[in-house]
């Protein structure tokens, strides 16, 4: 079955236009959804469209946009829709940044990049390898979802991911939550413990390692309920120490790093990487 690209257009950087496909990269089928339900008879619930005491028929409804209370200024879903601007078939790399110079709450949904034909490929791939050997994101703007998002390119495995970016005015500022530990310094002691601590447990990152417990638990409640059974418990691994402060929880805590740790199991078909 041929992929279906979410968004097709071009990454253009200077004088070089390079056509490209995207798509989706989260996995949505993965998520258990839920339908309405009348408990009394176990029927579904509808919503039904209504304006005032009428019912209206979908093709009869447009945008408004309220100017004063009960006042709208009427626009159509196709006007909107036929709206062009530069970034809606052209992703222009504005400028090139540090991999680590984007702090990660800006980050929102990502996005596979591929050429859009065999003779894009030697393209594609000099503005892949060149940022990976640079160690350099490209941020841009591009009109998707409804939006013009503010965009990062970079590296992906072997080909590249489009990132899009919240706006510095949709983040709250940290201040007011962070006011009264900003003058804190930690005991040095405590400090050299942590550092040891983190030291001990560093890895390399491997997404399969970890799986999403509250999805199990909840797929277990509905298989109980199909098959008549009281529910299994998800068992989770949870750390036993009993400690009474944070030196002796960091202690404790190292002395538990020298033993051999379990690891969680791996699904290879479903793993992942991205550089």
């Given amino acids: 079955m041929a992929l279906r690209p979410y968004w097709s257009g071009h990454i253009r950087l200077s004088l070089v236009s390079l056509p490209v496909n995207i798509y ?3 996995n949505r089928s993965r998520t258990i959804a839920f339908h309405e339900i009348y408990k009394p008879t176990g ?3 509808r919503h039904q469209l209504v304006a005032g005491d009428k019912d209206v028929e979908r093709d009869d409804i447009v945008k408004g946009y309220e100017v004063e209370k009960g006042e709208y200024v009427l626009i159509d879903p196709d006007e909107i829709k036929d709206l062009r601007i530069p ?3 052209t992703l222009d790399i ?6 680590a110079a984007i702090d990660a709450i800006y980050f929102e949904s990502p996005y596979y990049v591929a050429p859009a034909a065999r003779s894009d490929q030697a393209t594609f791939a000099v503005m892949r390898d060149a940022m990976r050997d640079t160690g350099k994101f490209g941020v841009g703007q591009l009109a998707i979802g409804g939006r013009e998002r503010l965009c990062c390119l970079r590296p992906c ?10 706006y510095e005015d949709e983040i709250r500022a940290c ?3 962070f006011d009264s530990i900003r003058d804190k310094r930690p005991n040095p002691d405590e400090l050299d413990l942590a550092k040891e601590l983190i030291k001990r447990r560093t890895a390399t990152f491997d997404a399969g390692r970890f799986h999403d417990h509250y999805r199990e638990a909840l797929q277990e409640l509905i298989d109980a309920r199909i098959e008549h059974r009281e529910p299994k418990p998800v068992e989770a691994e949870r750390p036993t120490a009993k400690v009474v402060n944070l030196m002796d929880a ?15 199991p791996n699904n290879k078909t479903t793993r992942k990487k991205a550089s």
């Fill in 94 to 99: 504005a400028e090139f940044v540090d991999a």
């Fill in 175 to 177: 201040d007011p939550y």
């Fill in 250 to 264: 960091l202690r404790e805590s190292l002395k538990a790093s020298d033993k051999p740790t379990k690891s969680a």
């Fill in 24 to 26: 989706a990269a989260l």
């Fill in 87 to 89: 970034s809606s078939d």
């Fill in 157 to 166: 495995g072997a080909g590249m991911m489009i990132e899009t970016l919240r």
């Fill in 43 to 45: 029927e579904r619930v």
